[in-house]
T-cell receptor
Framework: TQLLEQSPQFLSIQEGENLTVYCNSSSVFSSLQWYRQEPGEGPVLLVTVVTGGEVKKLKRLTFQFGDARKDSSLHITAAQPGDTGLYLCAGASPGNTGKLIFGQGTTLQVKP | DTAVSQTPKYLVTQMGNDKSIKCEQN?????MYWYKQDSKKFLKIMFS???????INETVPNRFSPKSPDKAHLNLHINSLELGDSAVYFC??????????????FGEGSRLTVL
């Protein structure tokens, strides 16, 4: 069974601080996606990484896919209260069948 | 216009009852999904339909039965509800299969509470 482990599960920081969320597995994924979910809403896609070692930037967010395509990280620079939410990583198995394996999520709270 | 809409948003019912959740997407996507999010926010796929054909059927009790009358609709019927069915159920859609270039578009969720 493929599993994705996210850490930390909870993070409470002050505005302006930097943080990194990790998503790890012993399995290889053909791609990895990061979603953000706000209370009462469904998750919204932030980024998809496909190539091992790939780095993508979205404003203050930097996403990296591990060289072996088994892990990923999300780094936020100078966090803002608007970054508060649940961050979910999701991996697609090789021979993609459309099934995404989700991590258990990281709840981020950024205090003003 | 809401891209993926599901109804009802809240559902409170007694154990043993049967209930349905409806989902519609106006994005023209060919693949639709049902996900279950538990109290710890863990999101797990239940079913997926591609062009009305069932392509993913995870280990879900057969009390859960999805139905896709057309590409734009995917409904979920649950028989004999149990306490453990309490969760938020998300409908989602994608053009092609999720992952790689396929992005999941989620509805707002339907919170089911079984008493």
């Amino acid at each position: 069974t493929q599993l994705l482990e996210q850490s930390p599960q909870f993070l409470s920081i002050q505005e302006g601080e930097n943080l990194t969320v990790y998503c790890n597995s012993s399995s290889v994924f053909s791609s990895l996606q990061w979603y953000r979910q706000e209370p009462g809403e469904g998750p919204v896609l932030l980024v998809t990484v496909v190539t091992g070692g790939e780095v993508k930037k979205l404003k203050r967010l930097t996403f990296q896919f591990g060289d072996a395509r088994k892990d990923s990280s999300l780094h936020i620079t100078a966090a803002q209260p608007g970054d508060t939410g649940l961050y979910l990583c999701a991996g697609a198995s090789p021979g993609n069948t459309g099934k995404l394996i989700f991590g258990q999520g990281t709840t981020l709270q950024v205090k003003p | 216009d809401t891209a993926v809409s599901q109804t009802p948003k809240y559902l409170v019912t007694q154990m043993g009852n049967d209930k349905s959740i409806k989902c519609e997407q106006n994005l023209g996507h060919d693949t639709m999904y049902w996900y279950k999010q538990d109290s710890k926010k863990f999101l797990k796929i239940m079913f997926s339909y591609n062009n009305k054909e069932l392509i993913i059927n995870e280990t879900v009790p057969n009390r859960f039965s999805p139905k896709s009358p057309d590409k734009a609709h995917l409904n979920l019927h649950i028989n004999s509800l149990e306490l453990g069915d309490s969760a938020v159920y998300f409908c989602a859609s994608s053009q092609g299969l999720a992952g790689d270039t396929g992005e999941l578009f989620f509805g707002e969720g339907s919170r089911l509470t079984v008493l």
